[in-house]
Structure formats: structure tokens, C-alpha cells
């Protein structure tokens, strides 16, 4: 028996948040059915203090 998840979003995307960086995912589902999922850190605190450039520490 072959089960087949249909796709009802085809592109879908998130972040996930680290103590010291930030990682945004996108996948998509082209119609033949093949994923491509694109990955990129999109922010590391590894070696700030203060918080991210541009933002002002709170007050």
C-alpha cells in the first residue's frame, strides 16, 4: 500500500532561534513534487555584547 502526503503549502518557511544565532529555512515543493530547502544564518550574537548591531540594549 502507498501512501502519498498531498502538498497543500508548497513553499514554507520558519526561523529557528539559538541562544547565540538566528537561522532562517525555506522549502518549497516544485509541482513535479521535488523539495528544495534553502537554509542561511541570518544572524549571530556569538560575538556581540549589547544585543544585535542596530538595536539599543534596554533601558
Known amino acids: 500500500m ?3 502526503a498531498q502538498t497543500v503549502i ?3 518557511g ?3 532561534v539559538h ?3 538566528v ?7 516544485s ?6 530547502t ?4 541570518v544572524l549571530d550574537l556569538s560575538c556581540r555584547s549589547g544585543g544585535p548591531a542596530g538595536l539599543a540594549p534596554a533601558e
Open 31 to 36: 509541482d513535479q513534487g521535488t523539495v528544495n
Open 14 to 16: 520558519g526561523l529557528d
Open 38 to 41: 534553502v537554509k542561511k544564518k
Open 2 to 4: 502507498n501512501h502519498v
Open 23 to 29: 537561522v532562517a529555512v525555506i522549502k518549497s515543493t
Open 10 to 12: 508548497p513553499v514554507a
Open 19 to 21: 541562544k547565540s544565532f
